[in-house]
């Protein structure tokens, strides 16, 4: 907790969502908990860069790539997007100095730092409305990857919310905005004119010490979603990092959506 508190103290992140939203807090967060749980969380990051590179035949071209949800870059091949394209384009609400220094010596890497609701700005004036997207639409991407960002993007908003605007929307409010933040994300990648692959988890599996399911939630019921090329489990949360007697697991699946004109 200090460790993290200290570390947000070096970071001066442009957007003053990434600090209001708590995504700045929970990236150090992030990568704590990437340290705690790395033998865990290895195989899935290795699905995704095997997923990734797998898309890479979907390209149009490779004069540049689009990557929503950047993050850490811990489940992107970043060395051989780097290759492979001339241009590559991180983008994520935030990007740790860290993360930038870890690819320094990659010339060819631009990081962008936007909000991907476009709606956390309308929401600090408490109003609930959401949009889809529409930043960097206009370029002609070789590829576009939304990598494990999908799920996450309600998370800041729920919360924001709930501490700033409690009892001020029904949870019927509450949840419809929520569902349409999803929605939204999926309308954007739709609208790109290149082939898009999309990693996100889809259930959340709540197990006991003895690996039995407790409960299943499922994640996109009002998405209508292709069928997933390929769908494994992320062990996210190994005994004891949520709860003494409590594990987390989520579905992930992994899509390529057939945009218009991108075949
Ligand atoms: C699970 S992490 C992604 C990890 C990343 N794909 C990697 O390779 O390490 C989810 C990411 O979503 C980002 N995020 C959450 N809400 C966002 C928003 N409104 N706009 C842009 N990025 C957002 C977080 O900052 C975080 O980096």
Known sequence: ??????????????????????????????????????EAWMPHRNQCKKFILESLKLSLHFESVLILGSGPIHEIPIEELSKKFKKVVCVDIVHLKSTKKRVQHLKNIEFREHDLTESESELTKGILKTVVPTAFTNENWGLVLSVNIMSQLPRHLEEYIDKNFKGKFSEEQV??????ITQNHLRYLETFHS?????????????????????????????KLPTPK??????????????????????????????????
Request: hydrophobic share 40%; proline share 4%.
């Open 1 to 38: 907790m200090i460790k993290e508190f200290l570390t947000s103290l070096f970071e001066s992140p442009k957007l003053k969502e990434a600090k209001s939203f708590g995504h700045l807090y929970e990236s150090i967060a992030l990568i704590a908990r990437e340290e705690r749980c790395s």
């Open 175 to 180: 949840n419809a905005y929520l569902e349409m």
């Open 195 to 223: 082939p898009v692959a999309l990693i996100t988890d889809t259930e959340v599996h709540y197990l006991d010490s003895n690996n039995k399911m407790l409960e299943n939630h499922l994640e996109f019921q009002h998405l």
């Open 230 to 263: 390929t769908e494994w489990i992320w062990d996210l949360a190994p005994i004891p990092e949520f709860q003494k007697d409590i594990a987390i697991k989520m579905k992930v699946r992994a899509y390529h959506l057939n945009n218009r004109n991108s075949h």
